[in-house]
């Protein structure tokens, strides 16, 4: 089993839609959860952070991390063709900072 | 967040040739850096970890004579692919972070090895 899951199954959504992305991890140890942007050719862009379990906002986005299920999420709310990129999981802890990746999930906002 | 800076954002060279991509942090010390590869539509593969006046911890399979690291100062890490190959082409990132775990991305650099 891999450290991090995520379906890399491309997901289109019409413009305003609600997008839903997850990630699941096996590492229990992870305290620290990020969600990544990355544009086509570009290096990824820190979207959300955060520690432990609970929910964060940040405008439009929202992550929500559930560690007694190892299960992540994020949500984009009236997402936008500019939101049209590829989200990447990441997620570290147990006393270094390297970052466990999942595969990432390529998303496409029809106007 | 903290800015991270890449030089080349792309290079094309030819097969047997060595290639220095830097990574700078712009408005932090980094003691740490990351330098990964990604391959199209694949997710990042860590390839090292690069530590300031220390050498650098690779990852299994990596190897260390072919991808060297150097970061000889707490704003500056390189990576030179030495005796490129076509299949050495790929898309190199690097990142460092401000101690808390959150880690900040560079632009990258396409190495494209004819």
């Known amino acids: 089993q891999k450290e991090v899951e995520q379906d890399p199954g491309p997901l289109s959504v019409p413009e305003g839609a609600i997008v839903s992305l997850n990630c699941t991890y096996s590492?229990?140890?992870?305290?620290?959860f990020m969600w990544y942007r990355q544009y086509s050719r570009k290096g990824p862009e820190l979207l959300m952070y955060t520690y432990s379990s609970g929910n964060k906002e940040d405008g439009r986005f929202t992550a929500q991390v559930d560690k007694s299920s190892k299960y992540i999420s994020l949500f984009i709310r009236d997402s936008q063709p500019s939101d049209s990129a590829t989200y990447l999981c990441?997620?570290?802890?147990?006393?270094?900072?390297?970052?466990?990746f999942g595969k990432g999930n390529q998303v496409v906002v029809i106007p | 967040g903290a800015v991270v800076s890449q030089h080349p954002s792309w290079v094309i060279c030819k097969s047997g040739t060595s290639v220095k991509i830097e990574c700078r942090s712009l408005d932090f010390q980094a003691t740490t850096m990351f330098w990964y590869r990604q391959f199209p539509k694949q997710s990042l593969m860590l390839m090292a970890t690069s530590n300031e006046g220390s050498k650098a911890t690779y990852e299994q399979g990596v190897e260390k004579d072919k991808f060297l690291i150097n970061h000889a100062s707490l704003t500056l890490s390189t990576l030179t692919v030495t005796s490129a190959h076509p299949e050495d082409s790929s898309f190199y990132i690097c990142?460092?972070?401000?101690?808390?775990?959150?880690?900040?991305f560079g632009p990258g650099t396409r190495l494209t090895v004819l």
């Open positions: 590492n229990s140890a992870f305290q620290y």
């Open positions: 990142s460092s972070g401000t101690g808390y775990n959150e880690q900040f």
């Open positions: 990441a997620m570290s802890g147990g006393g270094n900072n390297r970052l466990a």
